[in-house]
């Protein structure tokens, strides 16, 4: 009987009124969508038959994708107790819906779902001799993220325009739908929508392309939106730039071939003036010393001194040497060229007088000659 019962549907044993044994009884969808952070209820009702004699078992599993690998318990309710501790994953987040499942209702819930909790789940109800069993898909979907807008690009009328619209996070498929909130609020005939990538293409932007514009980013599990202030200006004059930018191009190559140019000549400048001055020095003999001069003239005065005739009485004022003086500049004259006193017989002081400036203006050193009398003996 439990083999022949099994081969029928749930749906067509409860519309004939008959009772095979355990069946599960829910028929909600097996297929459901729930965004991350919400809470869903995977239904398993079920009912017993009288033959149905047995400890009663529950218990929930993952399926893997893989078949070749091992499905992961769940929560299992068994000897009138409930264990929740078996996948850790979700540990803490899911259990079953009714305090006592025994009476019919092996639901479970999952709190605050996150997108690795995608998977098929199976409940299975075991009662000896019965047993059935229901998998449900749950697609946890992540919201889409605020998006962002802004102009790819810059706005110039007679140029390609283009806005985009990107949300960072969102399941898959996300739409992507533009408007124009401000002016007649109707985008430009010639704009070119992309609800999978988001775009807005518009060919020849005009000034009346100029506005604001919101994109709504949606799929199944929620929209987000965000806005972009658009404004289309006048191009400017490019040819006005690249001449004045050429202009100073060439500015500044000049000004550097001067500042070259100014250091170079000062270069070739200094370079003359330093090989004038060393051919200079190569022809140009070096100046007599003073001090040989100096001795010169005094040799030569006091050759002419001893020439003249003077008295040896009228020499006494000139017995001190003049060693320390240098000639004067009427004396640097040659010797030849000095004047020579003329002789003179006079005698006494007026010799002296006349002698003693004369020689020393001379540079000649003053000798002391020994006193004689008349006669020729030396005093």
């Not at 009663?56 to 893989?66: F, G, M, T, V």
């Not at 990107?166 to 430009?188: F, V």
């Amino acid at each position: 009987m439990y083999v022949r019962c099994s081969m029928i549907s749930s749906t067509r044993l409860i519309r004939s009124g008959l009772a095979c044994g355990l069946q599960i009884t829910s028929t909600g969808s097996t297929s459901i969508e729930k965004a991350s952070g919400e809470s869903v209820k995977l239904d398993c009702q079920f009912t017993l038959a009288p033959e149905d004699t047995g400890p009663l078992d529950i218990e929930w599993s993952l399926q893997p994708s893989d078949n070749q690998k091992e499905e992961k318990v769940v929560i299992v309710y068994s000897g009138d107790r409930a264990f929740s501790d078996y996948y850790a994953p979700l540990k803490g987040r899911v259990h079953f819906n009714s305090p006592d499942p025994k009476n019919g209702d092996a639901s479970m819930n999952i709190m605050g779902l996150k997108a690795t909790d995608t998977g098929t789940y199976q409940c299975k109800v075991k009662k000896v001799p019965g047993i059935s069993s229901r998998k449900i898909l749950l697609t946890v979907m992540v919201r889409p993220s605020k998006p962002r807008c802004y102009a790819d690009g810059p706005t110039l009328m007679g140029k390609d325009m283009m806005l985009r619209c990107n949300s960072a996070e969102g399941t898959q498929p996300l739409k992507y739908t533009w408007e124009r909130i401000t002016g007649n609020k109707l985008l430009p005939p010639a704009a070119v929508l992309d609800p999978v990538g988001g775009t807005m293409s518009l060919r020849n932007a005009t000034e009346t392309a100029s506005g604001t514009y919101r994109c709504v980013a949606k799929n199944s599990v929620g929209t987000e939106e965000c806005v972009v202030e658009v404004s289309v200006t006048p191009a400017p004059n490019t040819a006005g730039i690249i001449a004045g930018a050429v202009i100073s191009v060439l500015l500044a190559l000049i000004l550097l071939a001067l500042i070259l140019f100014c250091c170079c000549r000062a270069r070739q400048k200094k370079r003359y003036e330093k090989e004038i001055s060393y051919e200079i020095r190569e022809d140009v003999p070096p100046p007599k010393s003073r001090v040989s001069t100096a001795r010169s003239f005094t040799s030569a005065g006091s050759q002419r001194s001893s020439l003249g005739s003077m008295s040896p009485s009228n020499l006494h004022e000139y017995t001190k040497p003049q060693y320390d003086k240098i000639p004067s500049e009427e004396n640097d004259r040659p010797p030849s060229h000095a004047p020579i006193p003329p002789p003179s017989r006079m005698a006494g002081p007026n010799l002296s007088r006349m002698a003693g400036p004369n020689l020393s203006r001379m540079g000649a050193i003053p000798v002391m000659i020994p006193a004689q009398n008349r006669d020729g003996s030396i005093v």
